[in-house]
C-alpha cells in the first residue's frame, strides 16, 4: 500500500506548462508525443484541442456525405411512405369534412 501510495505521489512535470504536479499525469497527445500533462493543461490545452481535431473531421465527414446524399434526392420506400402519408391526411380530412356536412 505504503509503496504504491509513493508511486502515485510522486512529482512529474509537465510537459506543456513545465510544471510539477503530483499524481496520474495525463497524455498531451495531439499537443505533444510523449510525456505527460498535468490536469490543468489536461482540461485547458489538451481536451479542447482534441474537441477541435474532431470537429474538423466530422465537418470533413458531413461535407463528404453531403456530396453523397445529393445524389438520389429519396428512395423509393420514403416517397411511397411521404405520398401515403398525405394521402392518409387526406382521407381524415374529407372524413372530417364529410361528418360537419352529414354530421
Ligand atoms: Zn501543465
Do not use: D, H, Y
Not at 50 to 70: D, G, N, P, W
Not at 80 to 85: N, Q
Amino acid at each position: 500500500m505504503r509503496i504504491k501510495n509513493k508511486m502515485e505521489n510522486k512529482t512529474k512535470i509537465c510537459v506543456l506548462c513545465g510544471g510539477e504536479f503530483i499524481g496520474w499525469g495525463n497524455n498531451p497527445q495531439p499537443l505533444k508525443e510523449e510525456g505527460e500533462c498535468c490536469e490543468i493543461c489536461n482540461a485547458r490545452k489538451v481536451l479542447p484541442e482534441r474537441i477541435k481535431q474532431l470537429r474538423e473531421r466530422l465537418s470533413k465527414k458531413e461535407e463528404e456525405e453531403v456530396v453523397i446524399v445529393k445524389k438520389p434526392k429519396k428512395s423509393l420506400g420514403e416517397a411511397v411512405k411521404e405520398v401515403s402519408g398525405n394521402l392518409n391526411e387526406m382521407g381524415e380530412n374529407i372524413s372530417k369534412g364529410l361528418k360537419k356536412a352529414f354530421g
